[in-house]
């Protein structure tokens, strides 16, 4: 984890190319943020409501858990 200087507060940040990097979802390049416990939370689209993302696009894994690396894990 890494640390905002702004505001001190732990940020969870995925590693690419070697360098921390926001978690972003695989199929739609949007920022996905923690949820659940610190050693392996679950991430979601941020700003997600009513089955929109935060621009207001329909997304089929808008409400589904994703993992560090913006796969998510939907139903079959």
């Known amino acids: 984890m890494t640390?905002?200087?702004?505001?001190?507060q732990p940020?969870?940040?995925a590693v690419?190319?070697?360098?921390?990097?926001?978690?972003?979802c695989r199929a739609c390049g949007c920022r996905l943020e923690a949820a659940?416990?610190?050693e392996a939370p679950a991430w979601?689209?941020?700003g997600?409501?009513?089955?929109?993302?935060?621009?207001?696009?329909r997304i089929a894994c808008v409400d589904a858990p994703h993992d560090v690396?913006?796969?998510a894990e939907l139903a079959a």
């Open 3 to 8: 640390t905002d200087r702004i505001f001190d």
């Open 48 to 57: 997600r409501m009513a089955g929109r993302d935060a621009r207001g696009c």
């Open 44 to 46: 979601f689209h941020f």
């Open 69 to 71: 690396e913006g796969h």
């Open 36 to 38: 659940g416990i610190d």
């Open 16 to 24: 690419r190319s070697g360098r921390p990097a926001p978690v972003t």
């Open 11 to 13: 940020s969870p940040h």
